[in-house]
């Protein structure tokens, strides 16, 4: 069994056109097909991003803007053979 993920678009005809390339011909197979809508606000809550996050803190910093001090010197090392 081999698993493919596609991210694909639907057309205004309401029909999802799919191609794959497989090292087979000639044989009879069995596919799945999951429908799964992509969203992007339910994509960033998968990834732990609480709802309305980001509406609420884009422009958080835009009156005292967060500012880089001089980093120092760094270290300088031996080269390794």
Do not use: C
Request: glycine content about 8%.
């Amino acid at each position: 069994m081999q698993s493919i993920e596609v991210h694909a678009h639907v057309g205004a005809d309401g029909l999802l056109k799919l191609e794959l390339a497989t090292n087979l011909a000639n044989t009879e197979l069995e596919v799945l097909v999951v429908i799964q809508p992509h969203n992007s606000l339910e994509a960033s809550e998968n990834l732990g991003w609480p709802a309305g996050f980001f509406e609420q803190t884009y422009g958080m910093f835009r009156d005292n803007p967060l500012e880089r001090l001089p980093q120092g010197e760094y270290e300088i090392r031996e080269e390794l053979p």
